[in-house]
């Protein structure tokens, strides 16, 4: 992947997590900036192959994330929201994906800490395309 293949892919994830947190945070300034993720070469222990990993560090409400870009083109990332929103606590927003296709959606946690049965929000296309 080429440094500018690279840094499209990192700004696609970055504000697709955005986007996926918008509805609980507002404006999302400074939520999960490119220029904060902090990156390091890592080889994934079941594959061998090369990857990449980076977190963004703690902003001024605590909410921090962490992404990995596989040698593939392939990766993981998610970012802390929390929120409560009514019963639910909104722990965090995900996306993950490959060149051509983004998915994200966001995590809730009931009152009691557990996942909330039935919500999911923003699962779907994210329209990132390496071409």
Do not use: C, Y
């Not at 061998?48 to 990993?53: D, E, I, S």
């Not at 040698?71 to 998610?78: L, R």
């Amino acid at each position: 992947m080429s440094a500018i293949e690279f840094a499209s892919v990192v700004a696609a994830i970055s504000q697709r997590l955005r986007e996926l947190a918008v509805p609980w945070i507002g404006g999302a300034a400074g939520f999960a900036d490119p220029a904060r993720l902090e990156l390091a070469p890592r080889t994934d222990p079941f594959t061998g192959q090369a990857t990449l990993v980076g977190k963004w560090s703690p902003d001024a409400q605590g909410r921090r994330g962490a992404v990995t870009l596989n040698d593939d083109g392939s990766f993981f990332a998610e970012h802390d929201v929390l929120v409560w929103q009514g019963t639910h606590f909104v722990e965090a927003v995900t996306v993950w994906g490959r060149p051509g296709v983004m998915k994200g959606e966001a995590r809730f946690l009931d009152e009691t800490g557990e996942p909330a049965a039935g919500r999911h929000a923003g699962q779907g296309g994210g329209g990132w395309n390496s071409n």
